[in-house]
């Protein structure tokens, strides 16, 4: 055996971390539990949290922001996370992983107990851009933050068939077949969740209370959301594909903590590296815990100035920053082909994509793809490039928000996937670690 420290080598996933992605989607079905296990899994790799309000450029504990080592501040369902390398100046760049922690999906209205004919229901409004379509039908369990007369907050998670939103039975709605389904996003999306003639306000939260051993009274606020509860799953003949929840984009989140844990092992970095995970991308990014909030800029710079640093050196650390703005993208669909740009065809397995739009709805240009190719060059990874027909409306992501928010050089990549915003999206085995592989190599350069 060599004597030699272990060197981490550029690509240290396979397909174990693809089947671990499995195990981090089922265990967050809200943007709470997913930044919770992005630091659960950030604490194993020696990191520790920073507190937003106290004064970071005093070094009274481990968990200082001012020396080296690896730290993260929680805000709601946002996370950042960085990794101070041993020796860095106040003027070391920052290498940015971004990705999004929310996902499109069925949300508890604040007065939700309603109900109709027999039936209990649970009023919700829609998050984001979900495909109806797929919700329906669908056991569905229910997550996320109650906040309590104390202050505190808690995770919840009922992760039992509890509500479902019935489709209507084909012999009631004979039109499908001509007109397609119409759903209607007030009337037809409220699930039901037992039988009862009355309507009890309050019972949502008063069950919520008994299923967590909470005091009657005891939540006051709450942020809940629907999931399925159908686990992940291995699909395909050899077991090519994965089947699963909000791969859209807790696999960028999930590849992102698992490289900067990875490269927080390398002593000798020449960046800082960082994992900037935002909520609330799928509705425009506008909030406190969103890319177009202050959030990444502030743990930044905070960073910079509890390292001593003047606002020299954070200009300087930003001039030089790189951000991989990651998030799905759309694999070729095989039923629809001709809705793709006719020479790029993102296909399942074929590695990481490089999202281009020439109208900055991605924030790739091609100095930002030589830095992508270079990435994944020293990873041995393949990677393709997505780009829309020009006849469809391009989506977007928080690359050109942080790339304009902060003046950071800022590449979209991503992984291909179909069903984007399904309650239920596919994609391939590998592309996930091959992912994971590209963002250490970029990390640790
Ligand atoms: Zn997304």
Same mark, same amino acid.
């Given at each position: 055996m060599s004597s030699e420290p272990a060197r981490l080598g550029t690509a240290p996933f396979d397909r174990g971390h693809t089947d671990d992605l499995m195990s981090f989607l089922a265990a967050s079905p809200s943007p709470y539990h997913a930044v919770a296990n992005a630091a659960a899994r950030l604490e194993k790799a020696g990191f520790r949290q920073v507190e937003e309000a106290d004064a970071w450029d005093a070094v009274t504990s481990a968990a200082s922001a001012a020396g080296s080592g690896g730290k993260y501040v929680l805000r709601g369902g946002a996370i950042? =996370?960085?990794?101070?390398?041993?020796? =860095?100046?106040?003027?070391?760049?920052?290498?940015?992983?971004?990705?999004?922690?929310?996902?499109?999906?069925?949300?508890?209205?604040?007065q939700p107990d309603m109900g109709a004919h027999g039936w209990r229901q649970i009023a919700v409004e829609i998050y984001g851009g979900p495909l109806l379509n797929s919700w329906l039908d669908r056991d569905l369990g229910l997550a996320g933050r109650l906040s309590l007369r104390d202050g505190?907050?808690?995770?919840?998670?009922?992760?039992?068939?509890?509500?479902?939103?019935?489709?209507? =039975?084909?012999?009631?709605?004979?039109?499908?077949h001509e007109k397609g389904l119409q759903l209607d996003k007030q009337r037809h999306m409220q699930p039901i969740w037992g039988l009862g003639d009355s309507v009890d306000e309050g019972d949502l939260i008063a069950f919520l209370e008994q299923e967590t051993g909470l005091a009657a009274g005891e939540v006051t606020g709450w942020d809940l959301m629907t999931h399925s509860v159908e686990p992940p799953a291995h699909l395909g003949r050899d077991r090519e594909l994965v089947a699963g929840p909000r791969m859209d984009n807790l696999l960028s989140v999930h590849a992102g903590t698992a490289a900067l844990a990875a490269v927080s092992a390398r002593g000798d970095l020449s960046y800082i590296p960082v994992l900037a995970a935002f909520d609330h991308e799928e509705n425009g990014s506008q909030a406190d815990t969103g890319a177009d909030g202050p959030l990444l800029g502030s743990v930044l710079e905070r960073s910079v100035f509890a390292r001593g640093g003047t606002y020299e050196d954070r200009a300087r650390a930003f001039a030089a920053t790189v951000c991989l703005s990651s998030d799905t993208g759309h694999a070729v669909h095989p039923n629809y082909a001709e809705r793709h740009d006719p020479t790029h065809h993102p296909r399942a397995n074929g590695g990481p994509i490089l999202k281009v739009n020439v109208n900055q709805r991605y924030a790739t240009d091609g100095s930002g793809r030589a830095v992508f190719a270079a990435a994944c060059e020293r990873a041995g990874v393949p990677w393709q490039t997505f780009v829309s027909n020009n006849a469809m409306p391009c989506g977007t992501t928080i690359g050109p928000i942080t790339a304009a928010r902060h003046g950071i050089r800022t590449v979209d990549i991503g992984v291909a996937i179909l069903s984007m915003h399904s309650v239920r999206e596919l994609c391939g085995a590998d592309d996930p670690y091959l992912l994971a592989n590209a963002l250490v190599a970029f990390l640790e350069d």
């Open positions: 950042i =996370a960085w990794y101070v390398p041993e020796g =860095a100046e106040p003027h070391t760049p920052f290498r940015i992983v971004g990705a999004h922690t929310d996902s499109p999906n069925l949300r508890v209205k604040p505190t907050s808690r995770l919840v998670s009922i992760d039992r068939p509890l509500l479902r939103v019935p489709q209507l =039975a084909i012999h009631m709605d004979r039109s499908i």
